[in-house]
């Protein structure tokens, strides 16, 4: 498959624990974003790479939430001392150029 | 916020009738881009219309631009029952990095 991936597909924390998340882009893709949804809503935009340069975070992003691309090729979002609001679908996505965004299956996280 | 919103936030329709979504945003963009959410899965890319571009088709898909008045629309012809989805409009504004998504419509198409 050579679609975007990402795992895991589902995790389920306690309030307080850390959570990591991985995406794996389309092999040329050089750009990748990092997006939240949550039920009803669209994707809200968390962050961008091209390559492994992060280019822009969300201000609404807080301290808590990390992201990494080393050697722009994988990417992983990390969420530290998870509260219940983090609970979400967390969407990867890839693409080339300004063109379309691939996205993967997402990683949805529940936080109790 | 830069976020479009789109209009309808529902839409319900019998098979076989056509499908318009509306999309409004705030500021310039480079372009704006359609996609499909089925529930629980990823999205799914449907057009790409650039800011110089008026109307663009693929398939029972028809996307149009007005930048006048910052407006784009989704006309889904002859829908069918594998067509419920939630649609969403999303914009690559000029001189930025990222695409913003709106709200979404949810479509609904009745067998």
């Known amino acids: 498959d050579t679609g975007v991936s990402q795992d895991p597909r589902h995790k389920i924390t306690k309030r307080g624990q850390n959570v990591t998340f991985r995406c794996d882009p389309i092999?040329?893709?050089?750009?990748l974003y990092w997006y939240r949804q949550t039920l009803g809503q669209g994707p809200e935009f968390l962050t961008y790479?091209?390559?492994?340069?992060?280019?822009?975070k969300s201000r609404l992003l807080s301290d808590r939430f990390s992201a990494e691309r080393p050697k722009g090729s994988f990417s992983t979002l990390e969420i530290q001392r998870t509260e219940q609001g983090d609970s979400a679908m967390y969407l990867c996505?890839?693409?080339?150029?300004?063109?379309?965004?691939?996205f993967g299956e997402g990683s949805r996280l529940t936080v109790l | 916020s830069q976020q479009g919103e789109e209009d309808p936030q529902a839409l319900s329709i019998q098979e076989g009738e056509n499908a318009t979504m509306n999309c409004s945003y705030k500021?310039?963009?480079?372009?704006l881009q359609w996609y499909r959410q089925n529930s629980g899965r990823g999205l799914v890319h449907l057009i790409l219309?650039?800011?110089?571009?008026r109307e663009k088709h693929s398939g029972r898909l028809r996307v149009t631009l007005d930048t006048s008045k910052k407006s784009s629309s989704l006309l889904i012809t002859a829908s069918r029952a594998a067509d419920t989805a939630s649609y969403f409009c999303?914009?690559?504004?000029?001189?930025?990095?990222?695409?913003?998504f709106g709200a979404g419509t949810r479509l609904f198409v009745k067998a």
């Open positions: 790479f091209q390559n492994e340069a992060q280019l822009e």
């Open positions: 092999s040329e893709h050089n750009r």
């Open positions: 996505a890839s693409s080339l150029e300004e063109g379309e965004l691939f």
């Open positions: 219309i650039r800011s110089n571009e």
């Open positions: 500021t310039s963009i480079n372009n």
């Open positions: 999303a914009c690559r504004y000029t001189g930025g990095f990222k695409t913003i």
